[in-house]
Each structure stands twice: as C-alpha cells, then as structure tokens.
C-alpha cells in the first residue's frame, strides 16, 4: 500500500503570508496527487488535480508542484478564507494524507 | 449542477449491518467513476472504496475488504454502500463523491456527508 504523509501536520500564519505544504508518497506515484481543502463540518473540496492543474474556480494564489514521490501546495498570499485544513490524496490507490492545519497565528 | 445525496446513516450495533445509499443528478451517472470517503470524529479523511461507471471494477481500503460492498444502480442513479459485521471504528461521516471521469479518479464533487455511529 503507498503510504502518505505531510507536513507540517499544523501551521500558523498571518494574512498575506506565503505558505507550503508538504506532501510525501511511499513510492513513485507520477502526478497522480490532489490536494483538497476542508473547513470544520464541510466536505471537502478540491483545489488541485495531477499534481499542478487548478481545478475550475479556485483562486490562482494556489500552486501545486511536485512530482514522483515529493510533492507542495503553496498558497502565495494567505487570505482569512484559507484558514483550513489541506489534505493530499494520491490517486494511485487513493489513500489520503493525514492533513495540515492552517490556523490564524 | 451535480448534487450528491447521502442517506441511510444511523445508530447500529457493533456486528450489524447497514446501507448508505447516494442519490446523485446533475450529470451522465453512468459515465463517472465514484467513491466513498470516511471520516472519523476529529480525525482525517481514509478512502474507503471506488466503481466505474459501468460497475465493472471495484475497490476497497485494506480496513473494509471483506466487510463492505458497493455498488450502483445505473438506472436510478444511486450509488450504494453495504457494510456488514460493522465494528466500532467504523464510526464516521461517509461522503460520496464522484470524479472526473468513468475510472475511480481524484475526487471533484462531494456529497454533504452522512454520520454513522457504531455503538452498543
């Protein structure tokens, strides 16, 4: 089973802050990696496909990069509607990350 | 616009069994690929299963082999999910979501979500 793990698991910044998250697979999974980003009793939502293609409608401030077994999601200017959690989910056997917490610092 | 309806969650016992089914409209169901998505009480998010669009393939999580079945009724555009011997872990909010495609994919619209509670 391809395991997944991010980091950090909880970051605390300010509006208009740049922030990463990391995103690590067991084994090469090629740019089959999403991010999602979930606020408290919401479904979560996805942001990023095949590793760096912006689903529709998400705001350009996210980035993903990555490939192999490394990947990043980069906000470039945190804005108050960002405070959430993020997770990555591989798409290879589908297992998800453990999340990253952003919080307001 | 796609919507995805979750139903049938509830209180069941450990060793019981349960259906959750999921309405969906807004697109072709047939032609989508879709999942379930749990998530524990303050915890993340764990894949649970996936089908095709045509049914033809199915996948499971480690955690639920055995124990749980999907599947879909492409003329009424329900997915479902059988869980049987349920055990107290799993206790979640089950999401449906459909992807991009007929294969199971990354996950593009999800379902509001369901609350089942395994519990003596």
């Known amino acids: 089973d391809i395991q997944m793990t991010q980091s950090p698991s909880t970051l605390s910044a300010s509006v208009g802050d740049r922030v990463t998250i990391t995103c690590r697979a067991s084994?090469?999974?090629?740019?089959?990696l999403a991010w999602y980003q979930q606020k408290p009793g919401k479904a979560p939502k996805l942001l990023i496909y095949?590793?760096?293609s912006l689903e529709s409608g998400v705001p350009s401030r996210f980035r993903g990069s990555g490939s192999g077994t490394e990947f990043a999601l980069t906000i470039s200017s945190l804005q108050p509607d960002d405070f959430a959690t993020y997770y990555c989910?591989?798409?290879?056997?589908?297992?998800f990350g453990p999340g990253t917490k952003v919080d307001i610092k | 616009e796609v919507q995805l309806l979750e139903s049938g969650g509830k209180l069941v016992q450990p060793g019981g069994s349960l259906r959750l089914s999921c309405a969906a409209s807004g697109f072709t169901f047939s032609s989508y690929g879709l999942s379930w998505v749990r998530q524990a009480p303050g915890k993340g998010l764990e894949w649970v299963s996936g089908?095709?669009?045509?049914?033809?393939?199915?996948d499971y999580a480690d955690s639920v082999k055995g124990r749980f079945t999907i599947s879909r009724d492409n003329s009424k555009n329900t997915l479902y999910l059988q869980m049987n011997s349920l055990r107290v872990d799993d206790t979640a909010v089950y999401y449906c979501?459909?992807?991009?495609?007929?294969?199971?994919?990354?996950?593009?619209?999800w379902g509001q979500g369901i609350l089942v509670t395994v519990s003596s």
């Open positions: 095949k590793a760096s």
């Open positions: 979501a459909k992807g991009p495609g007929y294969a199971v994919s990354h996950l593009e619209n």
């Open positions: 989910q591989q798409y290879d056997s589908y297992s």
């Open positions: 084994q090469n999974i090629g740019s089959w």
């Open positions: 089908i095709s669009g045509g049914g033809g393939r199915t």
